[in-house]
């Protein structure tokens, strides 16, 4: 197979992509906002090489050039969409920071184990060009632009919309969407160009978030509910899916065949995973095909816990939904061979807030007999549950940090904003299903040189399950 740099970035196809190389480092962004701890994000390099004398250590850290940033998710300035374009490199990492509407872009390329600062789009030129706020998810297109979605207008009130961004000049071009097709929230979105299609997500408004989850916020349309599907030659909101009040579907993933018109996308507060399609008239539809039990509880803010859908992933040969569960502690492996019918085929606990001997005693539990055990490795008692997950290429590790987003952090986990955060590696059976803990790879985000940071979400250099799209 060719190299990547022989034929542009990525790989032609998703089931080529599964025949590249393993990944040797991940890059990953790490928080101190609200903390205590006066000193900028960072980002974080990680040898995961487990022949590398390194192995399992930070080898490298770029600090952002202000505080409080909050850095979140990351994407890339070319990615498989770019496939064959030889003029086109992956090598530029975007950062958008959820607390600061700043977005950073990082040279990767120089030296992929030692990321330098290339350019940084300050937030006015956001306000005065899109009158948006907030940045999350960052999709390279094939156009040889970056876009970003947004979750707010410039009061914080909530305001869906796409920061368009040339990926030559790093200069912001102005909004993606259609004047006046702003849907009321934002969130994720993925694209799939074959059938002309590009779907949105809403978590909520964040003036209400960005404090806190808070119950009274319920039933006052300050969370999403809906899936917003865009016309994606004329950029035009053609669709809208309704999943449930209060559901906030977030993370949204289509299968990696561009011929597919099916998809998965994850309901958070609703603990539910929604399969969405293309119907034979012509229009898009979604089922809910996983709903996880809520356990009634005591000894927690609420009667009853939620798992908390906050990640989920496909497969490289779009055969499994991977999902975590951040307040009931496990992360699911599920065969989706047939989209309109999952089957849970691995599951395990690294934490959560139900473990035995802790503060919070299960009542009812529609799922299991007992409370897990309190999640150890090498030692060292996990405080979190599983949040963020990114795939090996080739489908058998399956990573995971356990921070979602400060203000929640601080309100769910407090322990682990004061001991910081974890990543982990899961051993996928890709045969039968299954999953199992590497006993042997911890990297311990509580014993940085400036004190416990809290890692996100995770990128290779050569590309994932959750950056590249294929056209």
Sequence with gaps: MAKCGECGPGYKTPLDAMKGPREEIVYLPCIYRNTGIKKPDYLATVDVDPKSPTY???????????????????????????????????????????????????DTGT????????????????????????????????SGEVMISALADTLGNGKGGFILIDAETWEVKGTWERPGDEPPQGYDFWYQPRHNVMISTEWGVPK????????????????????????????????????????????????????????????????????????EDGDWAAEKVIQIPNKKVSGWYFPEMPGFVTDILISMDDRFLYLSNWLHGDLRQYDITNPFCPKLV?????GGNIYKGGV?????????????DPFMIQGKRVYGGPQM??????????????????????????????????MLQI????????????????????????GPARAHEMRYPGGDCTSDIWI
């Design 346 to 350: 691995g599951q395990v606990f690294v």
């Design 389 to 422: 997950i990114q795939l090996s290429l080739d489908g058998k590790r399956l990573y995971t940090t356990t921070s979602l987003y400060t203000p929640w952090d601080k309100q769910f986990y407090p322990q682990m904003v004061r001991e910081g955060s974890v």
């Design 56 to 106: 399992c250590q930070v080898i490298h850290r770029l600090p952002m050039l202000y505080i409080d940033d909050e850095l979140h998710h990351t994407g890339w300035n070319a990615c498989s969409s770019c496939f064959g374009d030889t003029s086109k490199k992956r090598n530029r990492l975007v950062l958008p920071s959820l607390g600061s509407s700043r977005i950073y872009i990082v």
């Design 427 to 450: 051993d996928v059976d890709t045969e039968n299903g299954g999953l199992c803990v590497n006993p042997d790879f911890l990297v311990d985000f509580g014993k940085e040189p400036f």
């Design 111 to 142: 030296d992929l184990r030692a990321p330098r600062m290339f350019k940084v789009i300050e937030p006015r030129e956001v306000f005065e060009k899109c009158n948006l706020t907030f940045p999350h998810t960052s999709h390279c297109l094939g």
């Design 208 to 279: 209400y978030f960005a404090n806190g989850f808070n119950p009274e916020d319920l039933k006052k349309e300050r969370y999403g509910r809906r899936l917003n599907v865009w016309d994606w030659t004329t950029h035009c909101l053609i669709q809208q899916i309704d999943v449930g009040e209060d559901s906030a579907p977030l993370e949204i993933r289509f299968l990696h065949n561009p011929d597919a018109a099916h998809g998965m996308v994850g309901c958070t507060l609703q603990s539910s995973i929604h399969h969405f399609f293309k119907t």
């Design 360 to 372: 919070v005693t299960v009542l009812e539990d529609d799922e299991l007999d007992c409370q897990p």
